[in-house]
């Protein structure tokens, strides 16, 4: 089992930054592909960006790219994700999850390969 505690939520003007958190307990990253999803009022969930752990390959989604950043902390067992330029469209429940580092590379944006989730957290980008 593994769990997931996201954090670093919060309201933020168009343009401005934030960093989130997924610390992870109960067992160690290193088997794992560790991903963002969000999910806006009304609309499915959408992967953000994601790492396979042990190798640090990486796949963003293409609305994201040049504007967050994943990074991993391989002694804390927490993966951050540094997200600048924000825009009004970001905003959405972010969700850290947890799952298939064999299937990620083909598979990465599919949430079904992922066995565990965090309990999300909002980030609001308005001015």
Do not use: H
Not at 67 to 90: C, G, H, I, P, V
């Amino acid at each position: 089992q593994v769990q997931l505690a996201e954090s670093g939520g919060g309201l933020v003007q168009p343009g401005g930054s934030l960093r989130l958190s997924c610390a992870g307990s109960g067992r160690t990253f290193s088997g794992y592909a560790i991903s963002w999803f969000r999910q806006a009022p009304g609309k499915e969930r959408e992967f953000v960006a994601g790492i396979k752990w042990i190798t640090g390959t990486t796949f963003y989604r293409d609305s994201v790219k040049g504007r967050f950043t994943l990074s991993k902390d391989n002694a804390k067992n927490t993966m951050y994700l540094q997200m600048n330029s924000l825009k009004l469209e970001d905003t959405a429940v972010y969700y850290c999850s947890a799952g298939s580092s064999l299937r990620f590379l083909t598979n990465y944006n599919d949430a079904r390969i992922y066995d565990y989730w965090g309990q999300g957290t909002q980030i609001t980008v308005s001015s």
